[in-house]
């Protein structure tokens, strides 16, 4: 999900966290300002791992499915590029993670 602004992406953020029919069981804030970039070739977003918790889901057994879901800004997004990601994927695997 792409924002324009800090703000819209905290306001979505706090929307999720208080939304009782999910769980969040991961947050990769690769926003903060202390978070070391070379990490992760430069790529900055927010990722979440998150359940949905409802009768339905529970009914199809998939209340323990995990899915991601990254927060990110436009004008970072914009910069990238297909092949940008192609080389953070190879960078990620070869650092085991």
């Given at each position: 999900?792409?924002?324009?602004h800090?703000?819209?992406?905290?306001a979505?953020?706090?929307?999720?966290?208080?939304?009782?029919?999910?769980?969040?069981?991961?947050?990769?804030?690769?926003l903060?300002?202390?978070?070391?970039?070379?990490?992760?070739?430069?790529?900055?977003?927010?990722?979440?791992?998150?359940?949905?918790?409802?009768?339905?889901?529970?009914?199809?057994?998939?209340?323990?499915h995990?899915?991601?879901?990254?927060?990110?800004?436009?004008?970072?997004?914009?910069?990238?590029?297909?092949?940008?990601?192609?080389?953070?994927v190879?960078?990620?695997?070869?650092?085991?993670?």
């Amino acid at each position: 999900v792409l924002f324009q602004h800090a703000y819209e992406l905290q306001a979505c953020m706090a929307t999720i966290l208080d939304d009782k029919d999910v769980r969040v069981v991961r947050c990769k804030n690769r926003l903060r300002p202390d978070y070391d970039a070379t990490r992760s070739a430069g790529y900055r977003d927010v990722s979440l791992g998150i359940q949905i918790r409802t009768v339905a889901t529970r009914d199809l057994g998939l209340d323990r499915h995990v899915v991601e879901l990254q927060l990110s800004l436009l004008p970072l997004a914009s910069v990238r590029t297909e092949g940008g990601h192609c080389r953070y994927v190879a960078f990620r695997d070869a650092r085991a993670e």
